[in-house]
């Protein structure tokens, strides 16, 4: 394995580091210190993830979260508060009048501190979070270990523990193209998911109390399905959000998740023990911004964000999500890259 470490801006007077790890098949795949994110996934002089080339383009385009740990909490808080123990809590709201992504001082804006381990094929993250200040119950500590291997094998590890009860349930927000350098979009790829339910959303885009069956419906990948036949399907939820942007429910057995790219015959297959994943078809580009030199288009990529589902904190998933010095966090997911 071979590290290069290079500098890739400033975040408030801090210097933000762009970790570079190369392996033996010469696929390069690289972390910045802000947001302990993954940026890059080169495949033969290709990036199959969504990423910044410059510094300007992240501090700029913040809402993307591209390649970023996601923290405290992943997804929305609904109307910025929760009940936890009897106790009510209040969290800053950034979207409408929901928490979104861990807030304003979520774990994508803060720059962490890092250090190579295990022959330069491990890349541990570390930051002490001070969520108290910003109305969560307890401070957390936390680490975050990006690991590659020969086996293009890229794993995200989380670590947790907090001196008070609180919740937690991080995420990565990795958005893939297979095609490489968002050359088309995600609609020819495949998808197969291992999950019978899924959680239609409301208008704000939180989950509703109840998950559904998939089948019948637009939702249903338990068998391999191409997306843009999901994404253009004439249904209520499609509709909604003009595309998909949903909390999937895995069933029993891994992978829980195939992505498939025919037009360049590569495949990522995603293994994880979280009970669930977003799955978000990028689909509204809000800004004019190029990605890897291309204009940014909706359906530039797919971000699969394996996680508890605490959704709407009031009625899903809080007790699941529940963490302190007794109860500690540690969550895997494995993504696999191939060629077929």
């Not at 990423?51 to 993307?64: I, V």
């Not at 209040?90 to 381990?117: P, T």
């Not at 930051?127 to 910003?134: K, M, P, V």
């Not at 994404?231 to 498939?260: M, T, W, Y």
């Amino acid at each position: 394995m071979r590290v290069n470490i290079e500098k890739f801006g400033v975040f408030n007077g801090q210097i933000v580091e762009e970790i570079f790890v190369t392996n033996s098949n010469d696929i390069t795949v690289s972390f910045l210190t802000l947001g302990a994110r993954i940026n890059r996934f080169i495949v033969k002089d290709e990036n199959i993830i969504l990423g910044f080339d410059s510094m300007d383009k992240l501090l700029n385009h913040r809402e993307l979260y591209y390649g970023a740990t996601i923290g405290p909490v992943s997804g929305r808080i609904v109307e910025g508060h929760f009940s936890l123990n009897g106790q009510e809590y209040f969290v800053d709201k950034n979207e409408g009048d929901n928490h979104l992504h861990g807030g304003v001082k979520g774990y994508d804006w803060q720059n962490w501190d890092f250090e190579i381990l295990e022959a330069q094929k491990e890349i541990k993250f570390y930051l002490r979070d001070q969520s108290a200040n910003s109305g969560y119950p307890s401070d957390i500590n936390v680490s975050v270990i990006h690991t590659f291997n020969d086996k293009n094998e890229w794993t995200v590890t989380y670590e947790a523990d907090s001196e008070a009860e609180t919740i937690f349930d991080p995420t990565n927000h990795v958005y893939f193209n297979l095609n490489g350098n968002q050359v088309g979009t995600i609609e020819d790829h495949y998808l197969q998911v291992n999950a019978n339910y899924y959680y239609p959303v409301a208008d704000d885009v939180t989950p509703r109390a109840n998950m559904e069956a998939v089948e019948n419906t637009p939702f249903d990948f338990r068998k391999k399905r191409k997306i843009g036949d999901a994404i253009q399907a004439d249904h209520e939820q499609i509709r909604k959000v003009k595309g998909i942007d949903h909390p999937f429910v895995f069933g029993n057995g891994s992978p829980q998740v195939e992505l498939i790219a025919p037009l360049k015959s590569r495949k990522i297959i995603i293994e994880t023990d979280a009970p669930g994943a977003v799955i978000y078809t990028h689909n509204k580009v809000g800004t004019e911004i190029d990605i890897w030199g291309t204009p940014l288009k909706p359906y530039a990529g797919i971000a699969i964000e394996p996680q508890i589902l605490l959704g709407n904190s009031k009625k899903l998933g809080v007790e699941k999500a529940s963490l302190s010095k007794e109860n500690k966090f540690l969550s895997q997911t494995k993504y696999s890259y191939i060629e077929e």
